[in-house]
């Protein structure tokens, strides 16, 4: 089974700040995801990557393959950026191994 | 799309009663998942579906759970009977590509 570790657990940042929350994993991967999940619960995913990089406004990630490790980027944090950032990977189908999540705060 | 609706959205019940936890996915998704999430093992994926087709169903915990997609705008997830171990907030997605996550079912099991 994957293991997928993500850091930092926790980070605090002042607005404006660049992010970076690191995924890494331990078997190969067909695809990696980004999730969010607002205070309220509900869950955004943000990006599904099997290489290279993909940019999605102020959102920025990238996947080396060869390294088995992914970071999530974030531009001009603002305090609406707030809330858990998960990295999920998927193997062979489609099944699921979720890191433990990363809590952002962004102060204003 | 009114995207992937849950229903209901909490529910309260009693160990040993059954519970029925439904979602209807986004139309023209070939794809339903069904993950759990507590605070001490995060989000778990239960289940999940192609084309009405349950593929791949390791994370389900035990036989007290099953899972059924009768037809491509309908899954259930059912627990029968609850425990309190059982409590947890269930979501539902649904994908072609992207997935797409309902807003979850709140289970606490009394």
């Known amino acids: 089974k994957n293991e997928v570790e993500q850091s930092p657990q926790n980070l605090t940042a002042q607005e404006g700040e660049f992010i970076t929350i690191n995924c890494s994993y331990s078997?190969?991967?067909?695809?990696l995801h980004w999730l969010q999940q607002h205070p309220g619960g509900g869950i955004v995913s943000l990006f599904m990557?099997?290489?290279g990089k993909k940019k999605h406004g102020r959102l920025i990630a990238t996947i080396n393959i060869q390294e088995k490790h992914s970071s999530l980027h974030i531009t001009a944090s603002h305090p609406r950026d707030s809330a858990v950032y998960i990295c999920?990977?998927?193997?062979?189908?489609?099944?699921?191994?979720f890191g433990p999540g990363t809590r952002l705060s962004v102060l204003p | 799309d009114a995207g992937v609706i849950q229903s209901p959205r909490h529910e309260v019940t009693e160990m040993g009663q059954e519970v029925t936890l439904r979602c209807k996915p986004i139309?023209?998704?070939?794809?339903l998942f069904w993950y759990r999430q507590t605070m001490m093992r995060g989000l778990e994926l239960l289940i999940y579906?192609?084309?009405?087709?349950?593929?791949?169903d390791s994370g389900m915990p035990e036989d007290r759970f099953s899972a059924k997609m009768p037809n491509a705008s309908f899954s259930t997830l059912k627990i029968q009977p609850s425990e309190p171990r059982d409590s947890a907030v269930y979501f539902c997605?649904?994908?072609?590509?992207?997935?797409?996550f309902g807003p979850g079912t709140r289970l606490t099991v009394l």
């Open positions: 990557l099997s290489s």
């Open positions: 078997v190969g991967i067909s695809a």
């Open positions: 579906f192609n084309n009405n087709v349950p593929i791949d």
């Open positions: 139309s023209g998704h070939d794809y």
């Open positions: 999920a990977v998927s193997g062979y189908g489609q099944n699921f191994v």
């Open positions: 997605a649904s994908s072609h590509n992207e997935q797409f």
